[in-house]
């Protein structure tokens, strides 16, 4: 079974930066689309960041110019910078990988849902206090 492990979540205030990992067990790198969720109880999944096979990325307008998604191939490990933290983005956040539909990184990144990604991590938690 393939298991996706994030690390790297923590309290931070706000305007702090936190770098979260995502250690791939071989289904980051080369994978069609892989990327970053985050969930707040009593809302949906929504994906803040994604990155197809040929290196294009794609943020959520909330997060743009503060967040930078990144794969390793050495060490098939996906990352998601997060500078610039406000409170709003205090979440679970979750890295998950779809390793061939090609047509997911392609959809608008606010209509992507959890059934569209084949792999998911367990989750790490972000807090960022006001």
């Known amino acids: 079974q393939v298991q996706l492990v994030e690390s790297g979540g923590g309290s931070v205030q706000s305007g702090g930066s936190l770098r979260l990992s995502c250690a791939g067990a071989?289904?980051?790198?080369?994978?069609?689309?892989v990327g970053w969720f985050r969930q707040v109880p009593g809302k949906e999944r929504e994906a803040v960041a994604v990155?197809?096979?040929?290196?294009?990325?794609t943020y959520a307008d909330s997060v743009k110019g503060r967040f930078t998604i990144s794969q390793v191939s050495a060490n098939d490990t996906l990352y998601l910078q997060m500078n610039s933290l406000k409170p709003e983005d205090t979440a679970m956040y979750y890295c998950?990988?779809?390793?061939?539909?090609?047509?997911?990184?392609?959809?608008?990144?606010?209509?992507?849902?959890?059934?569209?990604?084949?792999?998911w991590g367990q989750g790490t938690q972000v807090a960022v206090s006001s």
């Open positions: 998950a990988t779809e390793p061939i539909n090609l047509g997911v990184c392609m959809t608008p990144i606010q209509a992507l849902v959890r059934d569209d990604f084949h792999y």
């Open positions: 071989g289904y980051i790198y080369r994978s069609a689309c």
């Open positions: 990155v197809d096979s040929d290196g294009r990325t």
